[in-house]
């Protein structure tokens, strides 16, 4: 069956993190990965610095091969990353036919996997391929897909959070609260957060929009 997972893995620990060092405001959000002749291809938005400082802060990695401002749209910046193939990562593993990225968010805090695996066993091949290459991804969540019921695919931390966030009138127009107060009351950081209720919507849409018209 399969079977949505979510895991954390600390932000200097995935190759797109070395740019917190320098630019510790900045999310880092995966749009993709693709696989290429010579390694990986990863594509990402960056947001709260400027492009030339981003290509900067990556181009300074041993893996990084070539890195390229690809599109700008409201003050964020997608990016093209050609991966070195020595660098064994969890890119690699993303890349897998038995497991789909559902989204990818990275603060200075940390980074937040969501995948889909056609099965557990495929969660944990996943898992276990990170250990092996010194990756070491913490599984928070694990739980079946569930295609009728689009609320019962998000993870609790995702719900909680969409919860609080519409009680409160996030969603309302004017805002009637901010993320900062949402993000104290539930502990996190407004990056975290924000990271948690951009994948809980990309799914809630996912499932009432594109998986259940196809």
Not at 171 to 188: M, Q, V, W, Y
């Amino acid at each position: 069956m399969a079977t949505v997972a979510e895991f954390t893995l600390a932000a200097d620990a995935f190759p797109l993190g070395t740019v917190f060092a320098q630019l510790p405001d900045v999310t880092v959000q995966l749009e993709r990965v693709i696989p290429d002749t010579n390694g990986v291809v990863p594509y990402f938005w960056v947001r709260g610095t400027e492009t030339n400082t981003i290509v900067e802060q990556f181009s300074e990695h041993p893996g990084v091969r070539d890195i390229r401002a690809v599109d700008q749209v409201d003050g964020e910046h997608l990016m093209r990353c050609a991966w070195d193939e020595e660098y064994d990562s969890v890119l690699d593993a993303l890349i897998a036919p038995e497991v789909v990225l559902l989204s990818a968010t990275g603060s200075a805090e940390e980074w937040t996997f969501e995948l889909r695996g056609e099965s557990r066993e495929a969660i944990a091949e996943f898992q276990e391929y990170c250990h092996e290459h010194g990756v070491s991804v913490v599984l928070e969540e694990i739980h079946a897909l569930r295609p009728l019921d689009a609320s019962q695919d998000l993870t609790e931390a995702q719900r909680d959070a969409l919860t609080l966030a519409y009680e409160r009138g996030y969603f309302n127009s004017p805002r009637e609260t901010t993320l900062k107060e949402i993000a104290a009351d539930l502990g996190i950081s407004q990056q975290a957060l924000g990271a948690r209720l951009q994948r809980g919507n990309r799914r809630l849409i996912e499932q009432a929009l594109i998986e259940s018209h196809p």
